[in-house]
T-cell receptor, first 116, second 113 residues
Framework: EAGVTQFPSHSVIEKGQTVTLRCDPISGHDNLYWYRRVMGKEIKFLLHFVKESKQDESGMPNNRFLAERTGGTYSTLKVQPAELEDSGVYFC??????????????FGPGTRLTVT | GENVEQHPSTLSVQEGDSAVIKCTYSDSASNYFPWYKQELGKRPQLIIDIRSNVGEKKDQRIAVTLNKTAKHFSLHITETQPEDSAVYFCAASPSGGSYIPTFGRGTSLIVHP
């Protein structure tokens, strides 16, 4: 079974440019999450999709970030325009279920974004 | 919201020693506590988890303990091996709302051969 995949693995862009990150979850997983880790800090929640619907987007830092999951399969996270503080590793994760009692999330390898 | 503190940030041990990583959480409603291991250049992977109705769980050389009263949980690795070297993240998930886990800052474990 293929795991969660993310593209690209690395991206270096200049401040003010646009970047789009892609995540392909494990097939059949309705729940898709985006996280970000700034160096040395916690893995911070950004957004949760259930199929194509945004279930929780309370972690999105501002309106420069736009996430979509058309058709309930892969997801994209666009940063426009990028700022220096957007640098970090962006993780995507998916899970088959979500709810009380806990559930395993399967992480992708992450996209390392550097904004110069 | 939930706040998870994780200590230490770096832990260096000799092969064969034990390693302990500690986390505290603030929300008494949290009831699921996973631990993820991220090896260099790889993705975070779940290694063990514990639910609030259990005080301890073991899986070979790793174990997790939970003290709900004190709101802390710990990861114990015995007989450490060089391949245990990685960053370990603890997390706490609430029993309601969107069930999103809050992660700690990670512990970089280095096992010297």
């Amino acid at each position: 079974e293929a795991g969660v995949t993310q593209f690209p693995s690395h991206s270096v862009i200049e401040k003010g440019q646009t970047v789009t990150l892609r995540c392909d979850p494990i097939s059949g997983h309705d729940n898709l999450y985006w996280y970000r880790r700034v160096m040395g800090k916690e893995i911070k929640f950004l957004l949760h999709f259930v199929k194509e619907s945004k279930q929780d987007e309370s972690g999105m830092p501002n309106n420069r970030f736009l996430a979509e999951r058309t058709g309930g399969t892969y997801s994209t996270l666009k940063v426009q325009p990028a700022e220096l503080e957007d640098s970090g590793v962006y993780f995507c994760a998916s899970s088959q279920t979500a709810g009380a009692g806990g559930y395993e999330q399967y992480f992708g390898p992450g996209t390392r974004l550097t904004v110069t | 919201g939930e706040n998870v503190e994780q200590h230490p940030s770096t832990l260096s041990v000799q092969e064969g020693d034990s390693a302990v990583i500690k986390c505290t959480y603030s929300d008494s409603a949290s009831n699921y506590f996973p631990w993820y291991k991220q090896e260099l250049g790889k993705r975070p992977q779940l290694i063990i988890d514990i639910r609030s109705n259990v005080g301890e769980k073991k899986d070979q050389r790793i174990a997790v303990t939970l003290n709900k009263t004190a709101k802390h949980f710990s990861l114990h690795i015995t007989e450490t091996q060089p391949e245990d070297s990685a960053v370990y993240f603890c997390a706490a998930s609430p029993s309601g709302g969107s069930y999103i886990p809050t992660f700690g800052r990670g512990t970089s474990l280095i096992v010297h051969p």
